[in-house]
């Protein structure tokens, strides 16, 4: 545990907190780890205190990939407001570099949910070759409720930037496949191939 909210009434909902006491924490650039950002911007959380683990049992290179000068390097994207509250935004891994755009997937599945009969999202990057990932939307239908692909493509275009809209819209009854902590498993959504694979207008993703 580094973060937590104040007990005095002063916490603010959707963050994760302050540091705890003897705890620090800053974000820094995504890319390399080696320059901090001001407040407000999205870059990788790092941490160090007594809490931090030393190392990976018999990993030398993964320990050094994520410690660095005594900075744990969490692979969570967060940002630190002016108060010093940090918020995680996603993680590090699930980011979806589109066109050089950043997209975050929990940005995209939260307006998705809003969406009429969907019981639950998942988003992901798929590759592509011009655009290096398009966003890949794996949605699961809540029963005795019909998908219609051309209502969901007006909802996406009313509600999120051209880049965040899903270019593959897979559909599912089953569940989404989960770890023992409840987290969607994004990683097995990259690499399986959905049961029904809906495109716009043709056989190949649809841009724009």
């Given at each position: 545990m580094t973060h937590s909210g104040p007990l005095d009434g002063t916490a603010v909902p959707g963050t994760i907190g302050?540091?705890?006491?003897?705890t620090d924490a800053k974000i820094m650039d995504a890319a390399t780890g080696t320059e901090q950002l001001p407040c407000g911007e999205v870059g990788e959380l790092v941490v160090r205190g007594p809490?931090?683990?030393l190392g990976y049992w018999n990993n030398q290179?993964?320990?050094?990939?994520?410690?660095?000068?005594?900075?744990?390097?969490?692979?969570?994207l967060a940002t630190c407001d002016e108060r010093g509250f940090f918020k995680i935004v996603d993680r590090k891994k699930d980011l979806i570099i589109t066109s050089?755009?950043?997209?975050?997937?929990?940005?995209?599945?939260?307006?998705?949910?809003?969406y009429?009969?969907?019981?639950?999202?998942?988003?992901?990057?798929?590759?592509?070759e011009i655009a290096g990932e398009i966003v890949k939307a794996v949605v699961v239908v809540a029963p005795?409720?019909?998908?219609?692909?051309r209502d969901f493509d007006a909802?996406?275009?009313?509600?999120?930037?051209a880049h965040q809209r899903p270019k593959i819209v897979e559909t599912r009854t089953e569940d989404l496949p989960r770890n023992f902590l409840?987290?969607?498993?994004?990683?097995?959504?990259?690499?399986?191939?959905?049961?029904?694979a809906q495109r716009a207008g043709s056989s190949q993703p649809a841009r724009g």
């Amino acid at each position: 545990m580094t973060h937590s909210g104040p007990l005095d009434g002063t916490a603010v909902p959707g963050t994760i907190g302050l540091p705890l006491p003897d705890t620090d924490a800053k974000i820094m650039d995504a890319a390399t780890g080696t320059e901090q950002l001001p407040c407000g911007e999205v870059g990788e959380l790092v941490v160090r205190g007594p809490q931090v683990m030393l190392g990976y049992w018999n990993n030398q290179a993964e320990t050094d990939r994520v410690l660095r000068d005594g900075w744990l390097h969490t692979g969570d994207l967060a940002t630190c407001d002016e108060r010093g509250f940090f918020k995680i935004v996603d993680r590090k891994k699930d980011l979806i570099i589109t066109s050089g755009f950043n997209v975050y997937p929990g940005d995209v599945e939260a307006i998705l949910r809003k969406y009429p009969g969907i019981q639950d999202v998942a988003v992901v990057g798929a590759p592509d070759e011009i655009a290096g990932e398009i966003v890949k939307a794996v949605v699961v239908v809540a029963p005795r409720q019909k998908f219609n692909r051309r209502d969901f493509d007006a909802f996406v275009h009313c509600n999120l930037s051209a880049h965040q809209r899903p270019k593959i819209v897979e559909t599912r009854t089953e569940d989404l496949p989960r770890n023992f902590l409840g987290k969607v498993l994004r990683r097995d959504l990259r690499s399986e191939t959905a049961p029904v694979a809906q495109r716009a207008g043709s056989s190949q993703p649809a841009r724009g």
